[in-house]
């Protein structure tokens, strides 16, 4: 806390500034900042200037004059422990790792602020770190992205009923070290377009309308109870987007709404927007906006926009197969689970229904309508699930010509897909520039299927193997590069034998004879490939159901490039 004396020379400037204000309303004004808002007079000198409505081209003198009129001495440490409450001029070195913008009225006028978490010792053990609490005050988002490591100078401590927190004020200096992720959108009362906010983190200001919602309790993670929320889908013109929320909404399907303050989060890369008690949420009128029939349409997903982790997706495909099996679950109950293969215009996925749904196998192909499924991901790749016979309705009308399944591959660049989430019945081409020497048979654990190291399984230990045939690749486009894998019924297509006369030809010449072999004829070349793509923090991984060689004669391939860059010849 500042002390007397400082406050009082701190009032004296303001008059020396503004001579016909009331030097006790002054001392109310910084006394107001100090315990309302936390911000050390300091701090607060420009604000208070303004307030007594000081020209702004004297604010800036007046305010460093403040500063540097007896002004502390640097106050440098490496930890969090080193500090006192009332310290000032504080410089850290920290790691960012959270940053929220948000807007703040300060005396009515909106006040652009933003609060995270940060760590001490960011160069040593993440183990060995202190977390602190800080409040961002000077607009300083461009350079405390999450994930960097920063420099803060010029830093004050607060405490609030004993816990301890940093101010990065106005005349803070913030020095980035080491780059972190993006920087964060500043936090806006203007609406953006529900497209531009799944893109984002942190706050933002929508206006949609609600296409669908549901009350649901959940768990609480400290076993201390349930709690009751909101979930569903708001749309506009551009898209739609996942909601929950933490507090009441009696707002039925169909209303229009304009939501202040909500915050988007992320989980599996799919976009959510929280709101929370202290988001204001209220009925808006505008006679333009799309209705709820005409949102069906920019609210209705394709195949290949499909997210895991998505909630109330609607969408329209062909479905190709349908059958059911049987099996106990973890409490030794009997269960069945339906499923089948989708087809839309956009790819290829599955779909999974813990309920009996009134689909007429000889029907098959047919065409169907999901309302409200969820989106998991199975076997690298996102599929739908079913939960309620209701989220499911036969189409009399075809949307489309009847797709061919075995025809059926959606053609995508190398670069597209590492850039993109995990899809099914892709076609993709690129050149191998790597041919693993892990190529050719394998032994596989019995029980997992993992390829064994050494005879011994990562989980079972030593084991008896299993052959099986494997080729791996690396295939680049010039851009991007991703694993390829070819299992064995593929891998046999490719090389024109079957497993057995490849053993043969590993005990007759041996591995590397094989891969060499494998190396002479594929390094190098251009080749199309179709199958699934699986693309995680790990990198992209191709999963080829076919693979052939590009044929495709050398001035077509030219023009496609000019094409996708836009060349002009």
Excluded at 76 to 101: C, G, H, Q, W
Excluded at 167 to 187: D, H, K, T, Y
Excluded at 230 to 254: M, Q, Y
């Amino acid at each position: 806390m500042a002390g007397t004396e400082e406050l009082d020379e701190l009032v004296e400037k303001v008059l020396e500034h503004a001579p016909d204000a009331d030097a006790e309303e002054v001392k109310k004004e910084f006394e107001r900042y100090r315990d309302e808002f936390l911000i050390p007079p300091k701090d607060a000198m420009r604000s208070v200037l303004r307030k007594f409505e000081v020209a702004e081209e004297e604010v800036e003198t007046a305010a460093r004059s403040a500063f540097s009129s007896g002004a502390r001495a640097e106050r440098r440490v490496d930890r969090f422990e080193e500090l006192d409450a009332k310290d000032m001029n504080v410089t850290i070195e920290v790691s960012v790792v959270t940053y929220t913008p948000r807007i703040q009225m300060v005396r009515g006028e909106e006040r652009q602020i933003a609060f995270g978490w940060i760590e001490d010792n960011p160069w040593g053990d993440s183990g060995d770190r202190i977390r602190w609490d800080f409040k961002d005050w000077g607009n300083h988002a461009e350079n405390l992205a999450p994930g960097s490591v920063v420099r803060l100078e010029g830093t004050s401590v607060n405490e609030w009923q004993g816990k301890r927190s940093l101010n990065i004020n106005q005349s803070s200096r913030v020095v980035v070290l080491r780059e972190g992720g993006p920087a964060v959108s500043l936090a806006t009362s203007d609406p953006i377009s529900i497209s531009d906010a799944g893109a984002r983190e942190g706050f933002v200001t929508i206006v949609g309308r609600v296409i669908s919602r549901r009350d649901e309790v959940i768990s609480k993670r400290d076993g201390s109870g349930d709690l009751p929320v909101v979930k569903g889908r708001l749309a506009d013109e551009t898209g739609s987007l996942g909601f929950i929320c933490w507090s009441e909404f009696e707002h039925e399907p169909g209303t229009l709404l304009r939501i202040e303050g909500a915050s988007v989060r992320r989980f599996r890369d799919n976009p959510e927007l929280n709101i929370s008690d202290r988001t204001k949420v209220e009925v808006f009128i505008d006679n333009n906006f799309a209705s709820a029939e005409q949102l069906a349409t920019t609210s209705m997903l394709s195949i290949g926009d499909l997210l895991d982790g998505a909630r109330d997706v609607s969408l329209i495909a062909q479905l190709n197969s349908w059958s059911s099996r049987e099996f106990t679950n973890a409490d030794g109950e009997q269960r069945t689970v339906w499923g089948g293969d989708l087809l839309d215009p956009s790819g290829r996925c599955r779909v999974s229904a813990w309920c009996e749904l009134p689909i007429d196998v000889a029907k098959l192909p047919m065409f169907v309508r999901f309302d409200g499924v969820r989106v998991r991901s199975w076997q690298g790749t996102p599929d739908i699930t079913v939960d309620e016979p209701e989220q499911v309705s036969q189409l009399e009308e075809a949307p489309w010509e009847m797709i061919d399944a075995e025809q059926h591959w959606v053609e995508y660049t190398l670069h597209d897909l590492t850039s993109s989430g995990s899809k099914r019945g892709i076609e993709t081409s690129g050149t191998i520039v790597a041919v693993r020497g892990d190529c050719g048979i394998i032994q596989r654990c019995p029980e997992c299927r993992r390829v064994l190291r050494d005879g011994a399984c990562a989980e079972h230990g030593d084991m008896p193997g299993e052959r099986d045939l494997r080729l791996r690749f690396v295939l680049d486009d010039g851009i991007s590069c991703a694993s390829l894998l070819l299992n064995r019924e593929s891998s046999e297509a490719l090389l024109g034998k079957s497993m057995e006369e490849v053993v043969e030809v590993f005990d007759r010449d041996g591995a590397e004879t094989f891969v060499n072999e494998m190396r002479e004829q594929w390094f190098g070349r251009n080749v199309v490939m179709r199958g699934r793509a699986i693309v995680d923090e790990q990198g992209a991984m191709l999963m080829a159901d076919q693979l052939e060689l590009d044929n495709t004669p050398v001035q077509q391939r030219s023009e496609k490039v000019r094409e996708q860059w836009g060349v002009i010849a």
